[in-house]
């Protein structure tokens, strides 16, 4: 019959009630599982797999398409083996709702039970289950999300944010962060940007293992926050091995001066340390160098690195401010604050507003601060520039700066003389 009544003594609470037995729990337990995956989005993804994932796509430059795999590799090894949390950031259409359907579909694929939903569409399940027509009731759905084996939440903080929803996240993550349950969860958001209390159990790096996706929006193939600022992969043929520090319309002691400067620039690029700065005039390689620099790192650390064009940067700033902004002000500006590697080509070329010098003061400031990575190109000698800036380039303790005393390449007899090479130099 699938009930049974326990064999206690007079007087227990339980005595001479029936029970269900062992199998009419598993099939119980069974049935509210299946009835949890049928509001699930599980079925409507079951196309989305690693398969049909493209983990190195030809139209993203070589830093992205490192970032990506890495990524994609993550999630294989979370699918084939979940424990633990694993987090997944990363801008609109850069891939995230996919990796995440690839892990509930791999594991699906051997047996095993998974719950994925739109954190939007969870929280409205769990309002109708109060209601009587509901097939499941509140503390049955609510259980079952706190238990399953595999629960993956997409879009967090996509959610309208009051009070109740706060509430009940909390209660749903936090039950799973004791109990240490495999949950994979992804968001656009700034971990800043969400509940206090999920944001610290988010920043626990013992459980949750975070994965920052830095592609472009594969949807429409546009770029979007940092991946739309950056412009490394302009520069991919500047390499070390294509700058010539031996130009034969150099004097010895210029010769020398650039040997010296590369040699400290390849230093730098194995174990970036505060700043570098690159000082010559226009075409003597401080470019070419300042990539160089970022390339070795990309190849050396698959990590991605901004560079970019300081006026280009303050353009990109200013856009940030109108309302159709894909990507709001703070947020660009913080990716641009905390990039790993941060690469500044030609400083001072830019218009000397008061807000180009409040946002430059408080982005360099900020990193010289905090002691990031900075390379910073610039042709202005050191009285032509701002005062609170020329302090921190000359702060021996925390910054190289790198004179090249080498006069442009671009149209000398030097160059005339030789054959055309890959990587301009500026």
Known sequence: MGFIVPDLPIG???????????????????????????????????????EN??????????????????????CVRFAERPEGWLLITGAYGCGKTHLAAAIA??????GQPVILMVVPDLLDHLRTAFGPQSELAYDDLFEQLRTAPLLILDDLGAHASTPWAQEKLFQLLNHRYNAQLPTVITTNQR?????????????????????????????????SGQSELSSLHLHREQTFDAFDAQRSDLTAEQRANLREIVKRCLDYAEEPQGWLVLMGTYGSGKTHLAAAIANRYVERTRTDVMFVVVPDLLDHLRAAFNPQSNTPLDRR??????????????????????????????????????????????SAEPKQIEPWLRTRMMDVNRCQYLAIIAPGYRGSQGQRAQPPRKGARR
């Open 191 to 223: 971990l800043e940007e969400l509940d206090p209390r999920l944001r610290s159990r988010l920043q626990d790096v013992g459980l949750v293992n975070h994965v920052l996706i830095l592609a472009p929006d594969f949807r429409t193939g546009k770029a």
């Open 333 to 378: 500006f913080d990716e641009v604050k905390r990039a790993p590697l941060l690469v500044l080509d030609d400083l001072g070329t830019e218009s000397a507003t008061p807000w180009a010098r409040e946002k430059l003061f408080q982005l360099l400031n900020y990193r010289y601060t905090a002691l990031l990575p900075t390379v910073i190109t610039t």
């Open 53 to 74: 994932f493209r983990a190195e796509p030809s139209h993203l430059p070589p830093d992205k398409q490192i970032n990506l795999r890495r990524a994609y590799d993550t």
């Open 12 to 50: 227990h609470p339980d005595y001479g009630r029936a029970v269900p037995c062992e199998c009419r729990k598993r099939e119980m337990a069974a049935r509210q599982l299946r009835s949890l995956q049928a509001i699930s989005m599980v079925d409507s993804l079951r196309r989305l797999t690693f």
């Open 105 to 110: 579909n791999a594991r699906l694929a051997v």
